[in-house]
């Protein structure tokens, strides 16, 4: 095992899997001689060479239409969207095309893609570098859509991505690359999508998260331990199509009381679909009206540290809650 953060975690993973399988071809706008944005591909162009770690032109909608002939004629492409905020212009492509392969040639033809992008708010990011976009395309059956949040299971599911036959989504939030560390196996191992995870074992009420949210939620979680005595079961969604609610709906049972915590705008985020299922499923097992936090219904997040601050669910509030909930 061998500490890393998720930057690092994603990079060695996407390195042995292009060193494994010479099918695997990496796209994307500076994922060549800059080693990409974040630095992920960093060293690849040297070793795998320009047929393999291919710089694209500024055009979202290319980048994923190439990726779609690309897995259609036997390769294995990694697409990269610079910021998930830029993925808009290959909406059609996605949703139209890549998702609908498989439905649409009645299983002949399978599209075995992954189309990585940075997501999410918390680094000044301002309008265009802050969007969560995972529930516009949750929404779309035949796209699975992934949202690791550790080293580990950045690693492990991004491997599962790209052994997938069919296209995924692989999200990966900003600010935890560099700020969450952990372990991680030396050896190649994966972890599987469609199953969310609990992070931390809990008796007094569940928290349902992903992303940067997650940690925060860890975070209160401790604290409320710490200082009331309650323990909160924290679970990471970890993918949000398909979304793993058996192990959702398990926990909530078990504590009879559930917030979730999103990122997004709170109406119609992805967070609504797992609360409506809590209430579908677990109405009668519950000993207090649910709680769901997410971020205000406005247009963007702004760059000023205050509004940033205004948009983005923190520890301090979620913490609040929390104890709301518990004491309920």
């Known amino acids: ?18 060193k494994a399988d010479e099918r695997v071809i990496v796209l994307g706008e500076d994922v060549g001689a800059r080693g990409g944005v974040f630095r992920i591909t960093q060293g690849f162009l040297e070793e795998f060479g320009e047929e393999r770690v291919i710089d694209t032109p500024l055009a979202e909608s290319a980048i994923v239409g190439v990726a779609i002939g690309m897995a259609l004629h036997g390769l294995v492409p990694v697409a990269e969207i610079e910021f998930a905020d830029f ?13 609908r392969m498989r439905y649409r040639s009645n299983g002949d033809y399978h599209l075995p893609m992954v189309v990585r992008a940075p ?20 929404h779309v059956p035949g796209l699975k859509v992934v949202v690791p949040s550790t080293p580990y299971d950045a690693a492990g599911m991004l491997r599962s991505a790209i052994h997938d036959p069919d296209p995924v989504l692989f999200l990966e939030h900003k ?19 469609g199953t969310a995870e609990v ?45 793993d609610m058996d192990t959702i709906l398990a926990s909530v049972r078990k504590t009879a009381k559930a917030m979730v915590v999103y990122e997004d705008n709170r109406t119609y985020g992805a967070g609504a679909e797992i609360v409506a299922t809590i209430a579908e499923e677990c109405l009668f097992d519950l000993d207090a009206p649910l ?15 205050t509004l940033e601050h205004a948009f983005m669910p923190d ?4 913490y609040g809650r929390m104890l709301e909930l518990a004491r309920y």
């Not at 997501?119 to 395309?137: K, N, R, T």
């Not at 560390?181 to 972890?191: A, Y």
């Not at 949210?213 to 199509?241: F, K, P």
């Not at 709680?291 to 540290?305: E, H, L």
């Open 1 to 18: 095992m061998t500490e890393k953060n998720v930057v690092t975690a994603i990079h060695d993973a996407l390195h042995d899997e292009m």
């Open 87 to 99: 993925i808009h212009p290959a909406f059609d492509q996605l949703v139209s095309e890549a998702a």
């Open 119 to 138: 997501w999410g708010g918390g680094v000044h990011g301002a309008l265009y570098h802050s969007q969560s976009i995972e529930a516009f395309y949750g």
């Open 175 to 193: 600010k935890t690359y560099r700020l969450v560390k952990g372990e991680v196996p030396d050896e190649p191992f994966t972890v599987p999508i």
């Open 199 to 243: 992070k931390r074992e809990g008796e007094d009420l569940t928290v349902v998260a992903y992303g940067l949210m997650l940690h925060l939620c860890l975070e209160a979680a401790e604290r409320l331990q710490q200082e009331h005595g309650l323990s909160a079961e924290v679970v990471d969604v970890r993918t949000i199509q398909p979304l």
């Open 291 to 305: 709680v769901r936090i997410g971020g205000p219904d406005v247009p963007a997040m702004g760059f000023a540290a």
């Open 315 to 318: 520890a301090e509030r979620i």
